[in-house]
């Protein structure tokens, strides 16, 4: 592979990537209060404006809140989606927002379709996890998620294949159980017509255009351990926002 040269994200954005990182792994834990913009800018040894904007970079982003008390971990407006429960997960200990709920529609093992094989790196007819869920709040459906797991998650974890509610989230309950680890993730959005099968849980028509996400896990090995599709409640909206500079 041919070597390029690195060069350094400006300090302000250093700062930010090295508090995202501690929110995203749980160090920092939801509500945690932040250093102050003064001894931020002294320990990391720049100007408190540089400080600043990157306090407000994580602002931008959706991982803390401030105020006349300070700035605190708050992903709770952030995560508008089934892929971000995860850091969800690690820095409050719950993959839930306030108000919200699940329903497990389902779970069990089914032999794998060709387009859940092929995401999971498997043969197509495999055993594999399949789990379906309602996200709910009191707006209604946010979301209707399908996760697929190789079924061999199922002999170290065999709640995953039960439809009832896991101690942990899929993402936890594997770490815990096999020490496989998410560390990856790609996201893929599109619209699509709701299929029959989904229509009544959403509580829309069969056809109806849904944004709908997919999303991929690997662990730190390199393999996919979770394939999941989400289909988007009515009204429902993905967002981001981010400076530019």
């Excluded at 892929?83 to 200990?93: F, I, N």
Aim: hydrophobic content about 40%.
């Amino acid at each position: 592979m041919t070597p390029r040269v690195q060069r350094a994200a400006p300090p302000f954005m250093q700062i930010a990537d090295h508090f995202r990182q501690q929110i995203v792994d749980g160090a920092l834990p939801q509500d945690t209060k932040l250093p102050s913009i003064a001894e931020i800018a002294e320990e990391w040894g720049v100007a408190t404006a540089t400080a600043a904007k990157g306090v407000k970079q994580l602002q931008a982003e959706g991982y803390v809140r401030s105020s006349t008390q300070g700035t605190f971990v708050d992903l709770g407006r952030k995560l508008t989606s089934g892929s971000d429960r995860l850091q969800l997960q690690r820095a409050t200990g719950s993959g839930f927002r306030p108000g919200e709920r699940v329903e497990i529609v389902s779970a069990g093992l089914v032999p794998a379709p060709a387009n859940v094989a092929e995401a999971l790196g498997l043969d197509e007819g495999a055993q594999v996890v399949r789990r379906q869920r309602r996200y709910l709040d009191d707006e209604g459906v946010i979301t209707l998620s399908t996760s697929w797991l190789p079924g061999e998650l199922a002999e170290s974890a065999p709640e995953l294949a039960v439809p009832e509610k896991l101690p942990k989230m899929t993402f936890g309950l594997i770490e815990d159980r096999t020490g496989r680890r998410a560390v990856r993730r790609r996201d893929v959005v599109c619209v699509q017509p709701v299929p029959e099968d989904a229509a009544a849980l959403l509580d829309i028509e069969a056809g109806t255009l849904a944004l709908t996400m997919s999303n991929y896990y690997w662990d730190q090995h390199g393999s996919v351990t979770e394939y999941a599709t989400d289909f988007m409640g009515a009204g429902r909206q993905l967002t981001a926002e981010y400076d530019l500079n």
